[in-house]
């Protein structure tokens, strides 16, 4: 069964400062691998996606890599800011095209 | 366009009551799907829809039915509500693409007391 796991599950950084966001999963025969970001009391909205033939995925000041054989993902974000403060899920496809997620990582990120 | 719409947002039912969480989205999406979210844990897939008519079975599917009434609209049936279903319920709609976005709406709160 396909374990998802996010360390650490809660980070506070000031602002400027870079986050790195991890992921691991045990099991590398996934689809793809997405990235989402939660508000307090809101749905989830999608960051980026990678393929499992993809390497990286870049949005602005975010940047997600890929290590399938190794089963983990890491999730950057550049220079953060107040507005970056939410909760961080990750979730792999598997090849039944279900999503598997891990518990999320709360970031807090302080003027 | 107004994406994956849920409705209600908040509910509290009392044990043993029943009720019906309604999703619609207006993409033109083949999948939806629902999911519950509990404190600590990630989301976890209760039942999907790959297709109009068709409904499977996700990791956590005791306690609920559903129906795909259309390609728009998918409801979630809780018949007999118990305190361990409180929670907050997604629900969330997809291309045929596997590899495609998931794309959600903003969630139901619901607590049973």
């Known amino acids: 069964k396909q374990e998802v796991t996010q360390i650490p599950a809660a980070l506070s950084v000031p602002e400027g400062e870079n986050l790195v966001l991890n992921c691991s999963f045990t099991d590398s025969a996934i689809y793809n691998l997405q990235w989402f970001r939660q508000d307090p009391g809101k749905g989830l909205t999608s960051l980026l996606l990678?393929?499992?033939?993809?390497r990286e995925q870049t949005s602005g000041r975010l940047n997600a890599s890929l290590d399938k054989s190794s089963g983990r993902s890491t999730l950057y974000i550049a220079a953060s800011q107040p507005g970056d403060s939410a909760t961080y899920l990750c979730?792999?496809?598997?090849?039944?095209?279900?999503?598997?997620f891990g518990a999320g990582t709360q970031v807090v990120v302080t003027p | 366009n107004a994406g994956v719409t849920q409705t209600p947002k908040f509910q509290v039912l009392k044990t043993g009551q029943s009720m019906t969480l309604q999703c619609a989205q207006d993409m033109n999406h083949n999948s939806m799907y629902w999911y519950r979210q509990d404190p600590g844990m990630g989301l976890r897939l209760i039942y999907y829809s790959a297709s109009e008519g068709t409904t499977d079975k996700g990791e956590v599917p005791n306690g609920y039915n559903v129906s795909r009434l259309n390609k728009r609209e998918f409801s979630l049936r809780l018949e007999s509500a118990a305190p361990s279903q409180t929670s907050v319920y997604f629900c969330a709609s997809q291309t045929v693409d596997r590899g495609s976005e998931q794309y959600f709406g903003p969630g139901t709160r619901l607590t049973v007391t």
């Open positions: 979730a792999v496809t598997d090849s039944w095209g279900k999503l598997q």
């Open positions: 990678i393929q499992s033939s993809q």
